[in-house]
């Protein structure tokens, strides 16, 4: 049996809108498990606000977290952990630009460390999953250090300003993407970083050919994942763009379309009733 490699987001495609993984899909991903086959998570999330469902499945795999900038197995310790933050200087940079714009917060990440620039009660629940050590007000006199991703939230008419401010002045040091949960936001991370980037190492690291990955999303943060993947599938609820550029689309978030879809392609045989 030819070993496969199944890459999962969460938000969006792994989870239903209710932040849970349905009890189907958790049974098909159970069977594969135990044929053999290694799963693995690959989310825009920190590890803190992954880890419930890494230990729900009873993974055993390296972990792609902030979108490929965090590279890690929870298990393993002689896995060579990836952590590439933004280079020196940018992020102070960049908060500067934003502070120029109409934005509503701009929170940063380091590892377990989260620093909010606006008081903000949704926002600190929100970033709160994992009790890490979180501090709030102006990231220009509380972010002392190189953070692992910026997050951005603005009201959509400013969304495409952003985005075209940072394409045009940070382009050759960062990436930056559109992700919809816990909150829509841009998420910034250092230039040539994604899940694809993350999984490549970590397919090299179990010995997968590449010929053997099945990867699903639904998001701007995904797409670089869905056309590195042999198997690319889109969910149902996905944005076009990501339609687009997918081998594949599936069945919604919310109606078990990464269930439905391994057991058709594995011919598993699992009734939903």
Same mark, same amino acid.
């Given at each position: ?20 993984? $349905? ?65 020196? /200087?940018?992020?102070? $940079?960049?908060?500067? @630009? ?29 970033? @709160? ?7 709030? /007000? ?10 692992? @991703? ?85 969910? /149902? ?14 069945? $919604?978030?919310?109606?078990? /379309? ?12 699992? $009734?939903?009733?």
């Amino acid at each position: 049996m030819k070993q496969f490699l199944i890459c999962l987001d969460l938000d969006g495609t792994l989870l239903n809108d209710q932040k849970e993984i $349905s009890p189907y899909t958790f049974r098909v991903l159970k069977t594969l498990q135990q044929q053999g086959h290694a799963i693995m998570i690959a989310t825009g999330r920190p590890y803190r606000a992954s880890r419930l469902y890494y230990e729900q499945l009873g993974l055993n795999t390296p972990v792609v977290n902030f979108n490929g900038a965090f590279v890690h197995h929870p298990h393993d310790p002689q896995f060579q952990t990836q952590h590439h933050r933004l280079d020196e /200087g940018i992020a102070t $940079s960049i908060i500067e @630009s934003l502070k120029k714009m109409e934005i509503q917060n701009i929170i940063a990440e380091v590892k377990d460390c989260v620093f909010i620039d606006q008081p903000d009660h949704r926002l600190f629940e929100g970033f @709160s999953m994992g009790n890490p050590v979180t501090k709030v /007000g102006d990231l220009r006199e509380n972010l002392n250090e190189d953070p692992t @991703s910026l997050l951005i939230e603005a009201e959509e008419i400013m969304i495409p300003r952003i985005k075209q401010m940072l394409t045009r002045f940070y382009a050759e040091n960062i990436e930056h993407r559109r992700w919809g949960a816990p909150f829509p936001v841009i998420e910034i991370v250092k230039k040539g970083i994604s899940k694809a980037v993350g999984i490549d190492y970590i397919k090299d690291y179990l010995q997968i050919d590449h010929d053997q990955i099945i990867a699903f999303g639904d998001e701007d943060n995904d797409i670089e994942m869905i056309k590195y993947a042999n198997h690319g599938v889109a969910m /149902g609820n996905a944005i076009d763009e990501l339609k687009h550029v997918a081998k594949e689309t599936t069945l $919604s978030n919310n109606e078990d /379309g990464i269930g439905l879809y391994l057991n058709e392609f594995f011919n598993l045989n699992i $009734s939903k009733e």
